[in-house]
């Protein structure tokens, strides 16, 4: 599709800009400012999504709020990707109802996702009548214009077209953080993989333009953010649909180039399209992080051909290799499925086999979710949930006794860290990652949040790092 098809003209963003006015307007009549709560689902996209909807929201005078009961607007951003995240949102949205009975103003929109399919928008039209406005990830861009809507026309509103999807740039954002934030560079997906519902809900593959790319992570730089992490489903696909063609280790290496004491890493990246290419940008870039998102899904070179990976199992061996040769120290964690429609024993062994071979540092593991609409879902399943179950139970005793011997690895060892927040447990305040991204537990001042620190490691176990803050904030990288 034509590039000027895809980014919108500036003049549709202010439109969405009049409509906050119109908005704001309207709430700055009422007593008090609106409250407003945004319920996220799913992956780091929608949280960056969901900081722009919070974006919007803030610029119409709303204020935020954790509490539904509280709130006169809720937004819940859903995620399709397994059957178990549909079900929770259906229960989080049928429990709205309350807010609803206690506030009859309120209004609750559903959007993300799940809302972009069909079966979903029909679900909520006919039984969650409570829900006044369902848009999907394609049309995030029209909120204030799609709300304003449901407050003038006073009737409920899907906009659920199947859309290619466009770019909108210069959307208000509010940052969880000022310590550590995303940075969409791409969206949508094209790869198909056959379980996948992601290519049907998040439309086409396209890319930001490398120009408003490298702005935004100027101005997060300056304002002195400390780890950047770079979004897209398959950020190695970065730049095949610009007219003045650029690939993702072109970026890395141009955005390397923004001073700034700051980490940048990314997620996700394919395995069929990563290669020497970005791994040497990687390795030469001071500001990229040790860590490789590099998800395998299968160790069975037939599964992943029934799968639409575009790689085999040696290719997929020879990736890693490659990554490991120009960054010895390289943290490496992977996702994977069970059970895909036909996977025999002895496959989802090989899968296990794989996993002791590579010695992922973790895992995102998933017994496989049939998605409707996908061709997956299509293939005879006749593997019980409880022979799948014992699959992936024995997938997770190996990783974890993995996990827990790299982490060990660690002790006596002194790191510099990123001290990103507070923890909520007592005897270890502080929240930091490593280089890598792995979690080290701290000891030490909250002065500390939102710097680099020296923690020495004390001890470890499956999942994390246990260590000490030593002395003073550590010296900023080159
Ligand atoms: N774009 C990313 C993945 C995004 S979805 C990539 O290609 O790596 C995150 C993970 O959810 C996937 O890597 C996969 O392991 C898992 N997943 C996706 N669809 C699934 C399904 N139908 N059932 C179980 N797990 C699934
Ligand atoms: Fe889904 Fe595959 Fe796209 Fe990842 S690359 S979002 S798994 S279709
Ligand atoms: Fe879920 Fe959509 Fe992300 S399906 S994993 S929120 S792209």
Redesign the pocket.
Known sequence: MDRTHVVLPAEDIRRQKDFIDRLASIYCRREHPPMAMVDTYG?QQNVADSQRLMGMLRDMGCRFTGDPLAADLIVVNTCA??ENAEKKVFGVVGQLVHVKEKNPEAIICLCGCMAQQEVVAERIRRSYRHVDLIFGPQALWRFPELLYGVYTRRERIFSIADEHGSIAEGLPVVRESGVKAWVSIMYG?N?F?S????PYVRGRERSREPAAILAEVRELAEAGCREITLL???VNSYGKDLDVPMDFADLLREIDQIPGDYLLRF????PKDAGEKLFCAMAECSHAARQL?L?V?SGSSRVLKAMNRGYTREQYLEKVRMARTAMPDIVLTS???IGFPGETEAEAMETISLVEEVRYDAL????????PG?P??KLPDPVSRGEKQVWFDRLLDAQNRISAELHRVYVGKTLRVLVDGESGDPSWPLSSRTHGGRLVHLKGDTSLIGQYADAHITGSNTWALFGEAAGGPAPIYK
């Open positions: 992956c990707i397994r997906c790869n993989c379980y996948c519902i992601v897209g489903q398959n997620m996700t990246s394919h998102h998800p899904q996702d994977i499925i995102f593991t998933f017994i496989y979710s049939p998605r996908t997956a879902a």
